[in-house]
């Protein structure tokens, strides 16, 4: 795609860049992961494209707000703000390197709620899930049933667990423990205590697939990724899927509700929120603090008190 922007600021010649040369410079200026890099590429062709299929080719502040609303007529706040953050990034940098004016600086993407858009399980949900997908001993059902004992023990990201390696089962002291790379993290320097009843899980995988060091803790078993590392896709649907066979079926029960189980039930068992902090890798408390909110709301007694009141 040649979708090109044309300088136009007073006392700066024409200048056509071709979107490729765009997309690298702009990406050495945000010094982004690969990850990031991938996902700002993709949310400023999805730009460019829209621009392209109106025959716009010198954007003004009106069309960067229209551009918004469309993505919000079709897309979650969450996405919507995600790409507009790639946008407002991309436009300060032409700004700065006056190739085009900033027409993105004061816009605003989309609100996000600071309450969970997923729920978490009770502990009886949980222990259902785990019973039922220990019944399956085959390598794919000891692998699943391992997956789930570490997600919800250890409230993983998804990208987390997909970056684990046999290696990373270590020990401090006594304790044994697995090293996690957490979001946004070069190294992996933080680590969960490993349970007995996990290690049993994770010892019976990696034993039945005569696992190596250097291999991936969680193994793909696809053909087409044979003994590869398994992706966070594998690990949504395969969790999804427990959820289901369990009987719990919800939009709002999906694979980052392993995680809003572990940070819930360390809350509910009274650990500090320094310390549930610490365990989930919150960069800022308030982020903890979000659960301990949705944990006093979810022990009020308001309704009731009100229907009594009025029935």
């Given at each position: 795609m040649d979708t090109a922007l044309m300088q136009t600021s007073a006392g700066l010649p024409a200048q056509v860049l071709t979107?490729?040369?765009?997309?690298?410079?702009?990406?050495?200026?945000?010094?982004?992961?690969?990850?990031?890099?991938?996902?700002?590429?993709?949310?400023?062709?999805?730009?460019?494209?829209?621009?392209?299929?109106?025959?716009?080719?010198?954007?003004?502040?009106?069309?960067?707000?229209?551009?918004?609303?469309?993505?919000?007529?079709?897309?979650?706040?969450?996405?919507?703000?995600?790409?507009?953050?790639?946008?407002?990034?991309f436009f300060r940098w032409t700004a700065r390197e006056g190739i085009y004016r900033n027409i993105a600086d004061h816009l605003k993407g989309a609100r996000l709620t600071r309450e969970h858009r997923k729920d978490p399980l009770s502990a009886a949900q949980a222990h259902k899930v785990l019973m039922l997908a220990k019944q399956d001993t085959s390598l794919t059902g000891l692998r699943n049933y391992a997956l789930l004992a570490v997600m919800l023990t250890g409230g993983l990201r998804t990208i987390e667990a997909v970056r684990a390696n046999v290696s990373d089962i270590s020990t401090i002291g006594d304790d044994p423990v697995l090293w996690i790379q957490g979001k946004g993290h070069q190294e992996k320097d933080r680590y969960m205590h490993l349970e007995p009843q996990v290690l049993e899980a994770l010892n019976a995988y990696l034993n039945a697939r005569h696992a190596k060091a250097d291999e991936p803790?969680?193994?793909?078993?696809?053909?087409?990724?044979?003994?590869?590392?398994?992706?966070?896709?594998?690990?949504?649907?395969?969790?999804?899927?427990?959820?289901?066979?369990?009987?719990?079926?919800?939009?709002?029960?999906?694979?980052?509700?392993?995680?809003?189980?572990?940070?819930?039930?360390?809350?509910?068992?009274?650990?500090?929120?320094?310390?549930?902090?610490?365990?989930?890798?919150?960069?800022?408390?308030?982020?903890?603090?979000?659960?301990?909110?949705?944990?006093?709301?979810?022990k009020s007694r308001c309704e009731h008190h009100i229907a009594e009141a009025i029935f």
């Open positions: 979107s490729n040369d765009l997309f690298a410079q702009f990406l050495r200026f945000i010094d982004a992961s690969a990850p990031t890099a991938k996902t700002y590429t993709r949310a400023l062709r999805r730009f460019f494209q829209w621009l392209a299929d109106r025959g716009i080719r010198q954007p003004k502040d009106d069309d960067v707000i229209a551009y918004r609303d469309a993505l919000r007529a079709t897309m979650k706040p969450t996405t919507t703000q995600l790409y507009m953050t790639a946008v407002r990034l803790l969680f193994a793909s078993n696809a053909n087409r990724n044979r003994d590869g590392r398994v992706t966070t896709k594998t690990i949504s649907i395969t969790i999804k899927q427990a959820l289901v066979d369990a009987g719990y079926e919800s939009a709002r029960l999906t694979a980052h509700s392993t995680r809003h189980t572990a940070i819930t039930l360390a809350l509910m068992a009274g650990d500090s929120l320094d310390d549930v902090r610490q365990f989930a890798g919150h960069t800022n408390i308030s982020t903890t603090e979000i659960y301990n909110h949705a944990l006093t709301r979810a």
